[in-house]
């Protein structure tokens, strides 16, 4: 009488898993039967001066103080994507706006180009990467981002930039947190 009983558990939950694709989100290609390629991106070092170039750039070391650093991970597989950014030296108590964007960083703060959109042209936390933070008393401060979509290998991130202001939410300004502060090119990681 067991075994009848296994195998029909067995059955259903394959069966089950076989159209697991129904339920996966609108707007969203279903999953492929082949593996998704995994693309992790990494980030790091001390805020330097644009014209020194490197992999992190101040534009304003009133908000961004020397020696300040930040340490950026971007991560997906097949969908799902999930991004953090740490950093420390920077003001204390103090929210910044912070996004992923298409771009490398360059001398120029506007070289990173617009946000990282998943497929929507609007703004918001659902399509694009954000990350503000607040800092602690020490200037320290980690968030953390997670999307039920994937980055294409051909269209990954290339850099994560801060903001002068919170990130604003609603409205015709939506997406928008004021000048650029810093920026940290993402490679291959």
Known sequence: MRLPV???????????????????????????????????????????????????????????????????????????????????????????????HVNPCGADPEAAGPHYRHVHTHASADNEVWLDFTTDAEGAATATSRQDWAFPPDKAPRSLVIHAQRTKVTGAKAGTAGPRVACVTLGEG
Do not use: M
Request: charged fraction near 15%; glycine fraction near 14%.
């Open 6 to 100: 296994v195998l029909s558990v067995t059955a259903l939950l394959a069966a089950a898993c076989g159209t697991q694709q129904a339920g996966h989100p609108a707007g969203h290609p279903p999953a492929k039967s082949t593996p998704a390629a995994v693309v992790s991106l990494t980030g790091e070092g001390r805020f330097g001066a644009p014209a020194k170039g490197g992999p992190a750039i101040a534009y304003d070391d009133k908000l961004v103080p020397r020696g300040a650093s930040a340490r950026v991970t971007a991560e997906s597989g097949a969908v799902l994507a999930t991004s953090s950014v740490t950093v420390e030296g920077f003001l204390p108590g103090r929210t910044y706006g912070v996004h992923l």
